[in-house]
Every structure is written in structure tokens, then in C-alpha cells.
């Protein structure tokens, strides 16, 4: 898929770990207004995480909160698959 979306649950002492196909995605975690930004193409602004060049991200949720973990390749062709799991660290 060219987007990947799930809804995360995750605070500052968890690390969201998250397994991608290919390297080369954008990994980031939106809270609900730039979730909903995003999806209409406007402006945002993601609270951790960006490009990943590897096929593992790791990223901090800067407060506990309902997040939307976002995947996609940027514009860049192809597919890409991805999981993920909260680790408490």
C-alpha cells in the first residue's frame, strides 16, 4: 500500500517500534487535527518520527495520547507493508 494508518495509544515512556518492508518511508505519529489535516492534503505538522531510510523506525510520543501512526513513501512508487508494537521503555 502507498499509506498505511492505526491508531496508537502512547506516551513519552513508550518507544513505538515499527517494522517496515523497504526502507525509504515516512514514519510519523499525528494527533487528530493533523491527522485530519493530512488527509485533505493541507499543511501539517507530525509529533515524532519523519523519514526513515531503514526498515525500522522508532519513535517517542512526546504525551500520552490517542495518536494516528502514519506510513507512507513520500510520492516515491511502490508498495510497502509495515507492523508495529508499544514497547514500554
Known sequence: MKLLHTPVTAGPQNLVEVFLSRPGANVVLLDEAN?????????????????????TAHIRPPAFANWHLIV??????????ATFRVIFA
Open 72 to 81: 507512507d513513501l513520500g510520492g516515491q512508487p511502490g508498495d510497502i507493508t
Open 35 to 55: 491527522w485530519w489535516s493530512y488527509q485533505r492534503g493541507l499543511p501539517y505538522h507530525h509529533h515524532g518520527g519523519g523519514f526513515f531510510n531503514a526498515t
